[in-house]
């Protein structure tokens, strides 16, 4: 939710509360039921163009739509959904708006070894200031999008996971595990066209991880330890 269809050219954004109405309603209708879970997508895009204090208006106004609408029945519950907090993060911290909106049931953000330590700070900091805790917390995107660059060949990531380092556990299977702890979520999204890639993924959640190698990573990213309560 955020992103609406533009006559002769590519969808655009808005956070404007009757569009976020009209959409839930819409989406209810063409389901035939009502949704569990939606989410208001990137709106840190209305941050950008507007500002900080405009943009933090803005995701405030949506926000308490999307709680409104779930408390009257057009969805079950709502959720943000974020690929790069920072802009978000500034814009409430600036002003002091900790608290001042409504919480949402599910945060979900880019998670994995390849999301920036600027990017995670951020991630971690917009969970605090909606107040979700890491098992309301999904991440998506563990490969950036891609698992062709090179740079794959060269990562070396099962050390993360104990020592000595699980046997037969290719880099992806690793990446995907420890997109579960950095930074901490319940569920991580990905696409996957081979069903036998997908077969890998699933084995992969089950695979241990050293806490201690973890926290030591997110130290030198500059990132304080895990949160005690998270998973």
């Known amino acids: 939710m955020g992103f609406f269809p533009a006559p ?10 009757a569009r976020l109405r009209d959409a839930l ?3 209810a209708d063409t389901l035939g039921r009502v949704p569990d ?9 209305a941050v950008r163009e507007a500002g900080l204090d405009r943009g933090r208006d803005l995701f405030l106004a949506a926000a308490a739509t999307m709680d409104e609408e779930a408390r009257a029945g ?19 911290s600036a002003v002091g708006a900790t608290g001042a909106a409504p919480r949402p049931a599910r945060l979900m953000h880019r998670s994995g070894v ?5 990017v995670l700070a951020a991630t971690d900091e917009i969970a605090g200031l909606l107040r979700v805790d890491a098992a309301d917390r999904w991440g998506m995107s563990p ?10 060949e060269k990562l070396r990531l099962t050390p993360l996971l104990g020592s000595p380092p699980p046997a037969g556990v290719d880099t992806f299977q690793a990446a995907f595990r420890l997109a579960y702890e950095l930074p901490p979520v ?21 695979l241990p991880v050293d806490p201690a190698r973890v926290d030591q990573y997110r130290d030198l990213l500059g990132r304080p330890p895990r949160p005690a309560h998270a998973t």
């Open 25 to 27: 309603r819409l989406t």
């Open 8 to 17: 002769g050219g590519p969808a655009e954004h808005s956070l404007e509360p």
């Open 37 to 45: 879970l939606v989410f208001l997508h990137n709106p840190e895009r």
């Open 74 to 92: 057009t969805t079950r519950a709502w959720g943000v959904s974020t690929w790069d907090a920072r802009p978000l993060a500034l814009a409430l």
């Open 143 to 152: 490969f950036g999008g891609d698992t062709r660059p090179p740079f794959w």
């Open 114 to 118: 390849l999301v920036s330590p600027g």
């Open 186 to 206: 319940t569920r991580v999204a990905v696409s996957a066209n081979d069903p036998g890639h997908l077969d890998r993924l699933l084995d992969a959640v089950r």
